[in-house]
């Protein structure tokens, strides 16, 4: 259960700090980012379910497993994004809030699942690592420790 809980703790602390940047200092997510905080809730919302069964079943830290495994995906690809020279970065779209609220649903699921200009904008670093870098690191973190629960279940 010590496994599950640190998932759980991970998870919402990192999802207060996103919460802290985008209100304290004012950093507006991009639609990339919202996913990977989606991601972030979905592996915290898991390792819940899990610690209220039985967090050694495998389909927990499995299922675990994969929402880090996708939101590492969504990681990747901001990152790539970044990595991108100006003349090739997509088009900025509006933000995310004016899509959520004026665009059609799929239309709102496209643009958040394949990012646009203003994903590719680093607007907050930490040695050196864009936030989706830091995101990265900490999805293959609960990776990791969703493994040693999956291994942990079968012993």
């Known amino acids: 259960m010590d496994l599950a809980i640190s998932v759980l703790f991970l998870s919402g602390t990192l999802l ?5 940047m985008e209100h304290a200092l004012s ?3 991009c639609a990339l980012c919202m ?9 915290g919302v898991v390792a819940l379910a899990g610690i209220m069964h039985n967090p050694n079943w495998g389909i927990y830290p499995l299922l675990t497993a994969a929402c880090a495994i996708i939101g590492t995906g969504f990681s990747l690809r901001q990152l ?3 990595t991108l020279p100006a003349d090739q970065v997509p088009a900025c779209g509006p933000g995310f809030t004016y899509m959520a609220e004026n665009f059609p649903v799929w239309d709102l ?4 699942t394949s990012g646009s200009g203003n994903c590719a904008e680093v607007s907050w670093s930490f040695i050196g690592l864009s936030i ?5 690191v900490f999805f293959a973190a ?3 420790i969703s493994v040693l629960q999956i291994r942990k279940g079968l012993s």
Do not use: D, H, T
Request: hydrophobic residues 70%; charged residues 5%.
């Open 109 to 112: 699921i496209v643009a958040m």
């Open 16 to 20: 207060s700090v996103g919460i802290f």
């Open 35 to 43: 996913m990977q905080r989606f991601w972030l809730f979905a592996c």
């Open 142 to 144: 609960i990776l990791f």
């Open 80 to 82: 790539w994004l970044q």
């Open 27 to 29: 950093l507006e997510p």
């Open 132 to 136: 989706p870098a830091w995101l990265g």
